[in-house]
Nanobody, 122 residues
Framework: EVQLVESGGGLVQPGGSLRLSCIASGFTFSNYAMSWVRQAPGKGLEWVSW????????RYADSVKGRFTISRDNAKNTLYLHMTGLKPEDTAVYYCAKSPYSDYYSDRPDYRGQGTQVTVSS
Protein backbone atom coordinates (compact mmCIF):
# COMPACT_ATOMS: atom_id res chain seq x y z
CA GLU A 1 0.00 0.00 0.00
CA VAL A 2 1.40 3.38 -1.01
CA GLN A 3 1.73 5.76 1.92
CA LEU A 4 2.91 9.37 1.83
CA VAL A 5 3.18 11.17 5.16
CA GLU A 6 3.91 14.89 5.19
CA SER A 7 5.25 16.93 8.10
CA GLY A 8 6.84 20.30 8.81
CA GLY A 9 3.94 22.65 8.27
CA GLY A 10 2.98 25.40 10.66
CA LEU A 11 2.42 29.10 11.19
CA VAL A 12 5.14 31.41 9.90
CA GLN A 13 5.44 35.15 9.41
CA PRO A 14 5.71 36.68 5.93
CA GLY A 15 9.29 36.41 4.73
CA GLY A 16 9.92 33.35 6.86
CA SER A 17 11.00 29.84 5.93
CA LEU A 18 9.80 26.28 6.43
CA ARG A 19 10.99 22.87 5.32
CA LEU A 20 8.37 20.26 4.53
CA SER A 21 9.17 16.55 4.55
CA CYS A 22 7.36 13.55 3.10
CA ILE A 23 8.21 9.98 4.05
CA ALA A 24 7.19 7.45 1.42
CA SER A 25 6.49 3.75 1.80
CA GLY A 26 4.77 0.92 -0.03
CA PHE A 27 6.63 1.41 -3.32
CA THR A 28 10.19 1.76 -4.62
CA PHE A 29 10.63 5.47 -3.95
CA SER A 30 13.83 5.79 -5.99
CA ASN A 31 12.02 4.65 -9.16
CA TYR A 32 9.48 7.46 -9.33
CA ALA A 33 9.28 11.19 -9.84
CA MET A 34 7.54 13.11 -7.08
CA SER A 35 5.73 16.40 -6.74
CA TRP A 36 4.39 18.87 -4.23
CA VAL A 37 0.92 20.27 -4.80
CA ARG A 38 -1.10 22.65 -2.65
CA GLN A 39 -4.67 23.71 -2.05
CA ALA A 40 -5.50 27.14 -0.70
CA PRO A 41 -8.78 27.76 1.14
CA GLY A 42 -11.67 27.76 -1.31
CA LYS A 43 -9.46 26.99 -4.31
CA GLY A 44 -8.51 23.98 -6.39
CA LEU A 45 -5.30 22.00 -6.33
CA GLU A 46 -2.23 23.86 -7.60
CA TRP A 47 0.90 22.05 -8.74
CA VAL A 48 3.97 23.54 -7.00
CA SER A 49 7.07 21.57 -7.92
CA TRP A 50 8.34 18.32 -9.51
CA UNK A 51 11.51 16.28 -9.19
CA UNK A 52 12.58 13.30 -11.26
CA UNK A 53 13.54 9.91 -9.81
CA UNK A 54 17.23 10.72 -9.36
CA UNK A 55 16.75 14.27 -8.16
CA UNK A 56 18.70 15.54 -11.14
CA UNK A 57 15.81 17.40 -12.77
CA UNK A 58 13.34 19.75 -11.16
CA ARG A 59 10.52 22.05 -12.20
CA TYR A 60 8.66 24.82 -10.39
CA ALA A 61 5.47 26.80 -10.75
CA ASP A 62 6.16 30.43 -11.65
CA SER A 63 4.56 31.51 -8.38
CA VAL A 64 7.27 29.81 -6.30
CA LYS A 65 10.30 29.84 -8.61
CA GLY A 66 13.35 31.26 -6.86
CA ARG A 67 11.79 30.86 -3.41
CA PHE A 68 11.11 27.11 -3.09
CA THR A 69 13.53 24.22 -3.54
CA ILE A 70 12.47 20.61 -4.00
CA SER A 71 14.86 17.79 -3.17
CA ARG A 72 14.87 14.10 -2.29
CA ASP A 73 16.93 11.58 -0.35
CA ASN A 74 16.36 8.19 -1.96
CA ALA A 75 18.27 6.40 0.80
CA LYS A 76 15.74 7.73 3.32
CA ASN A 77 12.65 7.48 1.06
CA THR A 78 12.05 11.15 1.79
CA LEU A 79 10.95 14.12 -0.30
CA TYR A 80 11.55 17.71 0.83
CA LEU A 81 10.31 21.18 0.03
CA HIS A 82 12.39 24.06 1.38
CA MET A 83 10.31 27.22 1.30
CA THR A 84 11.80 30.68 1.79
CA GLY A 85 10.44 34.18 1.36
CA LEU A 86 6.99 32.95 2.29
CA LYS A 87 4.01 35.12 1.38
CA PRO A 88 0.42 35.12 2.68
CA GLU A 89 -0.68 33.73 -0.70
CA ASP A 90 1.42 30.62 0.00
CA THR A 91 -1.07 29.68 2.74
CA ALA A 92 -2.44 26.27 1.81
CA VAL A 93 -2.47 22.59 2.62
CA TYR A 94 0.64 21.11 1.01
CA TYR A 95 0.52 17.57 -0.33
CA CYS A 96 3.26 15.20 -1.34
CA ALA A 97 2.34 13.34 -4.54
CA LYS A 98 3.73 10.34 -6.39
CA SER A 99 4.06 10.36 -10.17
CA PRO A 100 3.31 7.25 -12.25
CA TYR A 101 6.54 8.01 -14.16
CA SER A 102 10.23 8.10 -13.33
CA ASP A 103 11.56 10.85 -15.56
CA TYR A 104 8.58 12.22 -17.49
CA TYR A 105 7.04 15.42 -16.15
CA SER A 106 3.37 15.11 -15.32
CA ASP A 107 1.14 17.26 -13.12
CA ARG A 108 -1.21 14.32 -12.59
CA PRO A 109 0.00 12.20 -9.68
CA ASP A 110 -1.41 8.76 -8.97
CA TYR A 111 -1.16 9.02 -5.17
CA ARG A 112 -1.27 11.89 -2.71
CA GLY A 113 -0.67 12.16 1.03
CA GLN A 114 -2.95 13.64 3.67
CA GLY A 115 -1.26 17.02 3.61
CA THR A 116 0.31 19.47 6.04
CA GLN A 117 -1.03 22.96 6.71
CA VAL A 118 1.16 25.98 6.01
CA THR A 119 -0.14 29.34 7.21
CA VAL A 120 1.72 32.55 6.42
CA SER A 121 0.47 35.41 8.56
CA SER A 122 1.71 38.17 10.81
Amino acid sequence: EVQLVESGGGLVQPGGSLRLSCIASGFTFSNYAMSWVRQAPGKGLEWVSWINYTGGRTRYADSVKGRFTISRDNAKNTLYLHMTGLKPEDTAVYYCAKSPYSDYYSDRPDYRGQGTQVTVSS
